[in-house]
C-alpha cells in the first residue's frame, strides 16, 4: 500500500498541491490543518486518488455514503466503489480525463452509480478537480447521492411523457401560447385541423396559425385568449366558430380557453382547446330537418307548418289581409294500400306531395298532417274564392292518374276549407274548422271541397261524440246482433240467416249502422267490433245448434280492413274452434270491392278459407266494378244481388234485365244467387219465375234478436210462399 501523503498546501491559483514528500513527513503544518478540516466537513463525499487510480484521501462522508471504513478504502482502486457494469466506461473517462493536455475541473452528469460494501447501486453526480503534485496530478471527485433527485426527475419525465402521450392521443386539438400569445405547442389533432407542423408553428403568433372567423356573419374573429392571459379567467365553449386552415379548407369547431400558471401560480400563457363538429352539426341539422318535416315526402309536418300558420295569422292581421287553410284527406287511400300494398301506397304519397306544391305559390306552405292527410296555406288571400280556385286546381291535378311500378293508380281526394278571420282568428280552430269541412265534403261524395260553416260544427261534435263512444262500447257490451234470414224461395225452408250488427246506446238508444259503421272505418275501431261479431255468430249458430234447431248458414259481413288484417286467417280458424261450429255453417260475405283489390293477394285469402270449409258470398254484387274473368277463378259459393236492383225489378226494366241475368250467370257457374231487399209479393214472384235460389227482406223475415229468431226457426213456416 503506497504511503499517504504527509502535507498539503494551496499554489498560487488557489488549487491544493501536496508538499514534498520530506517536509511532509516532517509533520503537517497549519495548511494541513485546514485543509483536512475543510475536507472533513465537506457536505459531499470526496475522494482522492493518484494517478494510478488509487484512492489515497477520503472523508467522513465517503465512509458514510460507501459504508466502507477509512482503512478499508485508502490504497484500493477506486473500481472498489463502481459498479461492475459501469466500469469500463469509467476507466474511458479517466483515461480521457488524466490524457488531455489540460486537465481543469469538470462535472460528469453521465447516469453514474456508486456501489456500496453490499453491493447496492445508487445513482451519483460527481465533480473532478485536479491536484499538481510533484509526481504528477491526482484527481479530487466530489461525490453526490442523487436518489431523491433522480427519483422527482423520472417522476418529471414520466408525467410529462403521460402529458405528451395524452395530448397527442386525444380527439381535440390543443395549442398552448406564451404571455405574447406566441405559439409554443401543437398536438397532432391541432397540427391537422390547421394544416400547420409543429416545428413551423412554434413562435408563430396565434392569429396567423389559429384563423377563425363567424359562422353565421362570416366576419373573422380573434381566438378567445385575452381573457386566460389578462384575466386569469376560463373562457367558456363557443361553437359559433369556423377555422380556416393553412391550406384554405374550413372546419366548423367548438372550442375553448383557459390560462397556464407556473409553479408560482402566475399566468404563463394560455391554452385553447378545440375540436371539429361537422359531424355533430350535420347531425343537428339532421335532427332539426326530422323534428320539423315528413320523413316520406320531405313536407312540413304538423309541428312546422303550425309555427308557419301562426306567422301567416300575425303577418295577416298586421295587413288586413284573409289567410285560408285548407285541409285535404285522399278518397279511399287505405284501399290502395291495402290492395297494392304499402310500398305502392308510400310512392303515392310522395307523388302526391309533388303535385299539391306544383298547384300552390311560393309563398304557400303544403304540409303532411299525417297518413293520407294534406294541409295547405295559402298566405294573405283577398278573396275567399281565391281558396276555391286553387281546391279545383288540386283536385283536379291530384285526380291525374300515377304511373307506379306497374300500376296506373288514381285517387281523388275531399278538401275542406276554412278563412281567417271569417271562420275564426284561432290557428287550432282554423285547422279545426277545415277538418270539420273535409269531413263533410267527403260526406257528400267526396272528390270535392267544402267551405266551412258554422251548422257542420254539429256534425263534427256527433261524429266525435260517435267515435268517442264506440272506444268505450265494446267494453260497456253494448253492441247485440239481430238475425234476418234467407229463405230458399223453390221451398220456402229456411236457409240461413246473417247477422246484422246493431248499438244500443246507454242513453241514445237504437243508433243505426249506417251511422257508426263509418266512424268505426274511418278510426280503425272496425277491427275490434268485426272480430267480436264474427265470434258472436259463431257462438249463437252453435247455440241453435245445440238446441235442436235445424241446420242453418250464419252469414257474417266482413269488412275490407278485416280482410286485410294480418291475422286474419287465424283469427277465423280459432273462433271456429272455440265455437265448435262447423265450418260449413258459417258463410263469410265480402263486397266486390273488397273482392277486386290485390286480385292475387285475395285469391291466396279466399281459397285458404275454402280449405276449411267456410261458405263465401259476394255482398252487394252489381255495384261495384267486378271483373267476371276474376270472379270466375274466386271460390265463390253464393251471389247476393244489392236491393237497389230488387226495388223496382217490376217497373224498371235495366234492373229487371240485370237481375235476370245474374241469377243466369250464378246457375251457369254453379253459383246460389240470393237477392236482398224482397219487400212485395210482386218482387218475390218475379224472383221465384227467375228461378232465383234464395231471397232476403222484410217479405220473408224481418230482423230478429236472437231469442225472436231461434221461435221463428223453431216455426219453418211457408204460409209466405204460398
Given at each position: ?40 466537513t ?16 477520503v ?57 456500496r460494501?453490499d ?70 389533432i ?12 412554434v413562435?408563430?403568433?396565434l ?18 385568449i ?71 315526402t320531405?313536407l ?8 308557419r ?11 288586413g ?112 274548422n ?46 247485440l ?101 262447423p265450418?260449413?255453417?258459417l ?48 271460390p ?23 237481375v ?35 231471397g232476403?227482406g ?25
Amino acid at each position: 500500500m503506497p504511503e499517504r501523503p504527509a502535507g498539503i498546501g494551496f499554489g498560487a491559483r488557489g488549487e491544493p498541491v501536496m508538499a514534498d514528500d520530506s517536509q511532509a513527513l516532517q509533520g503537517g503544518g497549519p495548511d494541513e490543518f485546514l485543509f483536512r478540516q475543510i475536507v472533513e466537513t465537506a457536505p459531499d463525499a470526496l475522494i482522492v486518488v493518484d494517478g494510478e487510480s488509487r484512492i489515497v484521501v477520503v472523508n467522513a462522508q465517503v465512509e458514510v455514503l460507501f459504508e466502507y471504513s477509512r482503512a478499508e478504502l485508502l490504497g484500493q482502486g477506486i473500481d472498489v466503489l463502481v459498479p461492475e457494469r459501469f466500469r469500463a466506461q469509467h476507466a474511458r473517462h479517466r483515461h480521457h480525463y488524466f490524457e488531455h493536455s489540460k486537465v481543469r475541473p469538470m462535472g460528469v452528469g453521465l447516469d453514474l452509480y456508486g456501489r456500496r460494501k453490499d453491493g447496492s447501486e445508487f445513482p451519483v453526480e460527481i465533480s473532478l478537480s485536479p491536484l499538481r503534485l510533484q509526481s504528477g496530478i491526482w484527481v479530487s471527485a466530489a461525490i453526490r447521492d442523487i436518489t431523491e433527485r433522480k427519483l422527482v426527475q423520472d417522476a418529471w419525465f414520466a408525467e410529462r411523457e403521460r402529458a405528451e402521450i395524452t395530448l397527442n392521443s386525444i380527439g381535440d386539438g390543443v395549442i398552448s401560447t406564451d404571455l405574447d400569445g406566441h405559439i409554443t405547442y401543437l398536438n397532432p389533432i391541432a397540427e391537422a385541423l390547421t394544416g400547420w407542423p409543429v416545428a413551423e408553428a412554434v413562435g408563430q403568433p396565434l392569429a396567423r396559425v389559429f384563423r377563425l372567423s363567424d359562422c353565421v356573419s362570416g366576419q373573422p374573429v380573434s381566438a378567445p385568449i385575452e381573457l386566460p392571459i389578462v384575466n386569469n379567467q376560463v373562457v367558456a365553449s363557443n361553437t359559433n366558430w369556423m377555422l380556416h386552415s393553412r391550406n384554405g379548407e374550413e372546419t366548423p369547431i367548438e372550442d375553448s380557453a383557459a390560462p397556464i400558471h407556473d409553479r408560482q401560480g402566475a399566468v404563463a400563457g394560455a391554452v385553447i382547446v378545440f375540436h371539429d363538429v361537422s359531424e355533430a352539426r350535420a347531425v343537428a341539422l339532421q335532427m332539426s330537418h326530422l323534428a320539423q318535416y315528413d320523413h316520406l315526402t320531405g313536407l312540413p309536418n304538423r309541428m312546422l307548418f303550425q309555427d308557419r300558420l301562426q306567422q301567416a295569422i300575425a303577418l295577416a292581421q298586421r295587413h288586413g289581409n284573409r289567410l285560408a287553410v285548407l285541409f285535404l284527406d285522399l278518397d279511399r287511400f287505405k284501399y290502395i294500400n291495402d290492395s297494392l300494398g304499402h310500398t305502392v301506397g308510400d310512392q303515392l304519397l310522395h307523388a302526391v306531395a309533388a303535385r299539391l306544391l306544383g298547384c300552390v305559390r311560393s309563398s304557400d306552405t303544403v304540409g303532411r298532417q299525417s297518413g293520407d292527410e294534406f294541409v295547405i296555406l295559402l298566405s294573405e288571400i283577398e278573396f275567399p274564392e281565391f281558396a276555391a280556385l286553387t281546391a279545383q286546381k288540386l283536385l283536379h291535378a291530384l285526380a291525374l292518374p300515377y304511373p307506379i311500378d306497374e300500376h296506373n293508380v288514381t285517387v281523388t281526394g275531399s278538401i275542406g276549407i276554412s278563412i281567417y278571420p271569417d271562420d275564426s282568428r284561432d290557428a287550432g280552430m282554423l285547422m279545426q274548422n277545415a277538418d270539420t269541412a273535409m269531413y263533410y265534403a267527403k260526406e257528400h261524395g267526396r272528390n270535392s271541397h267544402q267551405f266551412f260553416k258554422a251548422e257542420m260544427n254539429e256534425r263534427s261534435v256527433e261524429r266525435q261524440f260517435l267515435e268517442n263512444s264506440l272506444r268505450q262500447a265494446l267494453q260497456r257490451k253494448e253492441f247485440l246482433l239481430h238475425f234476418q234470414p234467407k229463405v230458399n224461395l223453390e221451398t220456402g225452408a229456411v236457409s240461413g240467416v246473417e247477422a246484422l250488427l246493431r248499438w244500443l246506446h246507454p242513453v241514445r238508444g237504437h243508433i243505426a249502422p249506417a251511422q257508426f259503421i263509418p266512424v268505426a272505418e274511418d278510426s280503425g275501431l272496425i277491427l275490434q267490433i268485426g272480430q267480436w261479431a264474427l265470434r258472436e255468430a259463431c257462438h249463437q249458430a252453435q247455440l241453435w245448434r245445440r238446441s235442436g234447431l235445424p241446420p242453418i248458414v250464419m252469414a257474417v259481413n266482413i269488412s275490407a280492413m278485416e280482410f286485410r288484417a294480418p291475422g286474419f286467417l287465424d283469427n277465423v280458424r280459432a273462433i271456429l274452434r272455440e265455437s265448435d261450429l262447423p265450418p260449413q255453417c258459417l258463410e263469410l260475405e265480402l263486397t266486390e270491392s273488397v273482392l277486386m283489390r290485390d286480385v292475387e293477394a285475395t285469391n291466396s285469402v279466399l281459397h285458404e278459407l275454402k280449405a276449411m270449409g267456410v261458405r263465401l258470398a259476394v255482398d252487394d254484387f252489381g255495384t261495384g266494378y267486378s271483373s267476371l274473368s276474376y270472379l270466375k277463378r274466386f271460390p265463390i259459393d253464393v251471389l247476393k244481388i244489392d236491393q237497389s236492383f230488387v226495388r223496382d225489378i217490376n217497373t224498371d226494366n235495366e234492373d229487371a234485365t240485370i237481375v235476370s241475368a245474374v241469377i243466369g250467370m250464378g246457375r251457369n257457374l254453379n253459383q246460389q244467387v240470393v237477392a236482398e231487399g224482397v219487400e212485395t209479393t210482386e218482387q218475390l214472384q218475379f224472383l221465384r219465375n227467375h228461378r232465383c235460389s234464395e231471397g232476403q227482406g222484410y217479405l220473408l223475415g224481418r230482423p230478429l234478436a236472437a231469442l225472436e229468431c231461434a221461435q221463428f226457426l223453431r216455426g219453418l213456416s211457408t204460409s209466405l210462399l204460398h
